[in-house]
């Protein structure tokens, strides 16, 4: 597998204006760098030690527009990838499956990490995006120095049946069960923007974005990939879609929750619509082997990097601090 990378000198021209700011931000230079598998567009700025910021379903970097500037000012470089199947990021090979099984997303993780020589860094996500950082995390503990996970340890178990959930878990799911069918296909080829922006109104009640806002990032889902990457990804992890067999024995080690040995901090949107999180602890304990801190964060849905930036970079500052 070849590791080299490139930096594509154009800036990228739109501006992306910062929630609750009147002061439109200029967006980071455009970068890409080549792994094996794809050519990820990223945005890269600051310096020193590197963090990672993974956006989830769907979303993009714009997510962590307001995140990123208190932990460049405190002298860290941010780097913020779109996820295989958003925006820029193109997978090498035409022929290629476009899959997206909870293994690729993590490896993609750490294939971003060795392409731009980062021996270790620290990471925060959400969605798809803190799935692919708790993979990292517990399969890769030399990498991770510390792990803010929004929605806490969602690595998943693949390979049993999955069990029924609740009644109103069932029906918050509505989602997966429709791109399980080939209805749920065409809907999401045909209707990506309204189908996406419903998702945002339901997962975060109580946010209000500007249509600004959401076309702004909804041209990733414009990626030609996007379909197929969000159809396999809600397939595969109800047992409908076949995996990718070079990941079958890691999704056999997933399978068995491995704990996540970072220092961590786990944040959970009060409002999210997704399903409201407990205030029992237990869960979290059980496998975080060093967990700093279990945060409810009031008046925040599923869009937590959008609707409390400041809790995600002081979960982030307060971690780095400590492992220094």
């Not at 964060?297 to 995600?312: D, K, L, S, T, W």
Request: proline share 8%; charged share 20%; hydrophobic share 40%.
């Amino acid at each position: 597998m070849t590791r080299r990378h490139f930096l594509q000198a154009a800036a990228i021209t739109a501006v992306a204006t910062r929630p609750g700011s009147s002061q439109p931000q200029a967006a980071a230079p455009a970068r890409s760098v080549e792994t094996g598998v794809l050519s990820i567009g990223y945005e890269d700025r600051g310096s020193g030690f590197p963090v990672i910021l993974l956006h989830g379903f769907p979303d993009d970097v714009r997510a962590y527009d307001d995140v990123a500037p208190p932990l460049l000012k405190a002298g860290y470089r941010v780097l913020v990838p779109y996820l295989r199947g958003y925006g820029p990021t193109r997978f090498r090979d035409p022929a290629a499956p476009r899959m997206a099984e909870q293994a690729a997303i993590g490896q993609d993780l750490i294939d971003f990490a060795d392409a731009l020589h980062l021996n270790q860094f620290a990471v925060a996500g959400y969605d798809w995006g803190g799935r692919a950082a708790a993979i990292a995390a517990a399969l890769h503990p030399e990498r991770v120095r510390a792990a803010v996970l929004i929605g806490g340890y969602t690595i998943q178990n693949t390979i049993a049946a999955p069990r029924p959930a609740a009644p109103e878990t069932e029906r918050a799911l509505w989602y997966q069960y429709y791109f399980n069918t080939e209805r749920g296909r065409a809907g999401l080829q045909v209707n990506r923007r309204p189908l996406c922006r419903l998702l945002w109104q339901t997962w975060s009640p109580s946010w209000h974005f500007a249509d600004e806002t959401f076309n702004r990032t909804a041209v990733s889902f414009d990626n030609p990939d996007f379909v197929d990457v969000v159809i396999h990804s809600y397939r595969h992890r109800l047992g409908n879609a076949p995996g990718e067999p070079r990941f079958t024995a890691i999704e056999q080690k997933l399978a068995q929750r491995p704990k996540i040995q970072a220092p961590a901090i786990t944040l959970y949107g009060a409002d999210d619509g997704l399903g409201r999180p407990s205030t029992n602890d237990s869960a979290d304990r059980s496998v975080f082997a060093a967990l700093h801190d279990r945060r409810i964060i009031a008046g925040a849905g599923h869009f937590m990097p959008r609707e409390n930036p400041e809790a995600v970079s002081t979960a982030l500052l307060e971690l780095l601090a400590l492992t220094r």
